[in-house]
């Protein structure tokens, strides 16, 4: 039995020892593969911020770009508006200055108030009255809840001389003659008795907030994407 037992442990002694020996080696191997990888990781490095320099460049020239086209059709927008009111540079400087205080009391584009602007004036309206008829279709939708397509619409018909359509927004000017409306007196009465409650409701509008948010930011970006077409163009 002695000798069995002897016979038995020295196998496992001979067994033991390649496992032992094949372990180390799997470690050694580990130890170098993990060397390796820390190698190629640092020589991919200089690689990888090239690359991301590149994205970041590629992303900015795309926001320049889109700045400056945002600008270029702010220019043209201005200037066909410009040729519409027949206005001078003073007139016209005055209007784009009123344009920025509406906005921040309409949630309609900018470019829906110039669409409005050049319809009022092919009324035959200068600059100024085109402003004031702006302005009382914006308070005429902020007072009643309707859209300012609707509002605008509305004292459209009155420069045609009929006021049927402002019944619907609740306004009855049956009193004014058809050359009083068609003279923009609709406006008149409209910005003198809602204004202070347009300016009201669009003060505490969260959406109107929300709104003139995003209206600061495309009026920053339109500015200086204008300013960077004038300076290529």
């Not at 002695?2 to 067994?15: L, P, R």
């Not at 085109?130 to 459209?156: C, P």
């Not at 003279?183 to 809602?194: F, M, Q, V």
């Not at 109107?208 to 994407?225: F, H, V």
Request: glycine content about 6%; proline content about 1%.
């Amino acid at each position: 039995m002695a000798t069995e037992a002897k016979v038995i442990i020295k196998g496992e002694n001979k067994v033991k020892q390649p496992l032992e020996d094949a372990k180390q080696s799997l470690n050694s191997f580990a130890d170098h593969a993990k060397k390796i990888g820390e190698s190629i990781k640092a020589a991919l490095a200089p690689v990888a911020l090239i690359t991301g320099a590149v994205t970041v460049i590629k992303k900015a020239t795309q926001e320049l770009a889109e700045t400056v086209k945002s600008g270029a059709e702010y220019t043209s927008q201005m200037n066909a508006l410009k040729v519409a009111l027949k206005a001078t540079t003073g007139e016209f400087n005055t209007l784009t200055e009123k344009i920025r205080i509406l906005d921040d009391k309409t949630t309609a584009s900018r470019e829906e108030l110039f669409s409005y602007m050049q319809q009022f004036s092919a009324f035959g309206k200068n600059a100024q009255e085109v402003d004031k008829l702006t302005e009382a279709s914006i308070i005429l939708a902020n007072v009643t809840g309707n859209t300012l397509s609707g509002a605008a619409s509305a004292l459209m018909k009155t420069l045609e001389g009929s006021s049927e359509q402002l019944k619907g927004f609740g306004i009855d000017l049956s009193n004014l003659t058809e050359e009083q409306l068609k003279s923009g007196e609709a406006a008149d009465y409209i910005i003198e008795k809602y204004s202070e409650m347009s300016d009201e409701i669009a003060k505490n509008s969260p959406a109107q907030l929300l709104d003139n948010i995003g209206s600061t930011l495309k009026n920053i970006r339109d500015n200086l994407g204008a300013k960077l077409y004038d300076a290529i163009s």
